[in-house]
């Protein structure tokens, strides 16, 4: 299957590649990232998006950031800390990035503890340092000579060397990638339980292999019910204004082979009238503890719609977009954008008068009432929320 194949970045022999998905469905360009400035821009821009994708592409940005840092530990800390909170402000609301960041720093710090501790435990560091510094200084250069210093210092004090610390940094963004593959296949397989053969299905903005690592969030059933002969009939809301319904979904399953049918947002309400849509499925950016998920704008008015209409609404939600933290969705932070974009981003000219005044919040959230289930890679999770979500950490 074609489209599995694809995925937002690539990372390979040191190098951080991402598909540029403002280009898409046009181009399939790739952009090496080679600094933190590169990361951030690339969020932002929304070269790289999608929460889980957006995760992912944090970790290695926050090991490309700091790879070819020169100095000691203490140093090195501080300079993790600085560019992990550069990458965080790149985009607010999906709290996969921040979560990313914080397991790659929380990682560290754990492995340097765990060093820490096992030096303290071996016999004399002090003396271990001091003789090997007090050697090397006869015979190499001073420059060399301090650095080698710090290196051992840092292996006494910390019982990790700088090159040991940015080691774990890469293999950190490794496994966050790789899992974030697992739980998408997981969801994939979870998400087919609730789904049947021949069964229409809406979904809104792109929550697809190219939102995630691979295979995609609410999207992995349907590209497994695709390999599986299910047949599903998918409508792609547009998603305005930046039109990830259109550019991505669109592109994504009918690469696939998935009948796709392309709907303006405000069609979703004629097509269930219809009775052409057996369930909705669409990804989060951040569920807050008591199951209120903030998606891509216009999710909340697909959810109130397919309450009226009867049609059950599932949200994929992998644990990195679960924020327990956050206590409800009034406390999500949602961001707000340039109203160009609804001005006169894809139009030739202008659709709308010179300075006119505009309203652009890129998501909004759904309360937890009206979503019929929360699809996680560790099960599927019904109301009430509050208790049920605890449960999936344990
Ligand atoms: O602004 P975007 O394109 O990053 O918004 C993406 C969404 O809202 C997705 O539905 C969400 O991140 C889930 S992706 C698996």
Redesign the pocket.
């Known amino acids: 299957m074609a489209v599995l194949d694809i995925s937002p970045l690539r990372y390979e022999n040191d190098k951080l590649m991402i598909l540029d998905?403002t280009k898409l469905p046009g181009e399939e360009v790739f952009e090496e990232m080679t600094c933190a400035e590169d990361v951030w821009d690339a969020i932002y821009k929304?070269k790289v998006?999608?929460?889980?994708?957006?995760g992912v592409a944090a970790a290695y940005g926050l090991y490309i950031s700091v790879r070819d840092y020169e100095g000691d530990m203490d140093g090195f800390l501080k300079y993790v800390k600085e560019k992990g909170d550069y990458l965080c402000s790149a985009?607010p609301?999906?709290v996969?990035l921040e979560w990313a960041i914080k397991r790659m720093t929380a990682k560290l710090t754990s492995q340097l503890d765990d060093a820490s501790s096992e030096e303290r435990s071996d016999a004399t560091p002090v003396e271990v340092g001091d003789a090997t510094l007090g050697e090397r200084s006869e015979t190499v250069c001073g420059a060399c000579s301090n650095a080698d210093s710090a290196k051992n210092a840092d292996a006494t004090t910390y019982g990790l060397t700088v090159l040991d610390a940015k080691q774990v940094l890469e293999d950190e963004a490794k496994l966050i990638e790789k899992e974030d593959i697992a739980a998408c296949l997981a969801m994939g397989e979870y998400g087919l339980k609730l789904l049947k053969p021949g069964m229409g299905i809406l979904t809104?903005?792109?929550?697809?292999t190219i939102?995630?690592a691979k295979y995609?969030?609410?999207?992995a059933p349907i590209h497994l019910g695709q390999e599986r002969g299910y047949n599903f009939k998918v409508f792609a809301d547009e998603t305005r204004p930046?039109l990830?319904g259109a550019r991505?979904t669109a592109w994504e399953l009918n690469k696939a082979g998935v009948d796709v049918t392309l709907i303006c947002d405000n069609m979703a309400s004629q097509v269930m009238k219809n009775g052409w849509v057996d369930a909705i499925v669409?990804?989060?950016?951040r569920m807050a503890a008591n199951g209120d998920g903030?998606?891509?704008i216009g999710?909340s008015g697909v959810a109130i719609l397919a309450k009226e209409y009867g049609i059950p609404f599932y949200m994929?939600v992998?644990t990195s977009?679960i924020d327990m933290n956050t206590p409800t969705g009034d406390d999500i932070h949602i961001?707000l954008r340039d109203g160009n974009e609804i001005r006169e981003m894809w139009y030739e000219k202008p659709m709308a008068p010179d300075g006119i005044k505009t309203y652009n919040p890129?998501?909004d959230v759904t309360p937890a009432e009206y979503i019929t289930a929360v699809v996680t890679e560790k099960g599927i999770v019904y109301p009430p929320y509050t208790e049920n979500l605890k449960e999936v950490f344990k």
């Open positions: 998905q929304l998006r999608g929460a889980p994708a957006i985009r609301t999906a996969n809104h903005c792109n929550a697809g939102a995630t995609g969030t609410c999207l930046l990830q991505l669409v990804g989060c950016d903030a998606n891509k999710t994929f992998p977009t961001e890129a998501f």
